[in-house]
């Protein structure tokens, strides 16, 4: 398969993202600014970095696992969606559910970058939806 290219711009002096492992879905972001992120709370913590897509593509913030477990720190609106027409900084929100304030520093791995194919979709207005076996049952319906 070959890679599709999406350039990437420095908009201060971070690292480019990159994959830790060659299996690895995601690039991680590191934050471009030391801050501290409240317990119980959220802030916003910029990566330095804009990217210009490839129109077919999007990419998604999501959170890193090893953040979520050790300290309680996620992504307030994960996955962030970034369309192939945003021209501006990637920004994480970063939420801490834990006791105690959680200081982030420039650098650290805050977040990963995962690329994925955006599918162009019409939608078509209608009055009834095809049946199936499901129907309607939505939240716990496998028990």
Known sequence: MKP??????????VPLPKRQTSGSAGFDLTAAQSTIIK???????????????????????????GLA??????????PGTIDPD???EIKVI?????????PVRQGDRIAQLVF????????QRVEH???TQRGTSGFGHTG
């Open 86 to 88: 945003y021209r501006g």
């Open 94 to 102: 970063l939420f801490n559910c834990s006791e105690k304030d959680f």
């Open 116 to 123: 994925s194919r955006a599918v162009l979709v019409n939608l």
């Open 69 to 78: 477990a050790a300290h309680g720190i996620g992504i307030l609106n994960s």
């Open 39 to 65: 317990a119980r709370s959220f802030a916003t913590v910029s990566t330095g970095l804009a990217i210009e897509l490839p129109k077919e593509i999007e990419a998604q913030v999501r959170p890193r696992s």
């Open 129 to 131: 939806l095809s049946r």
């Open 4 to 13: 599709i290219t999406v350039r990437i711009k420095l908009l201060s002096p």
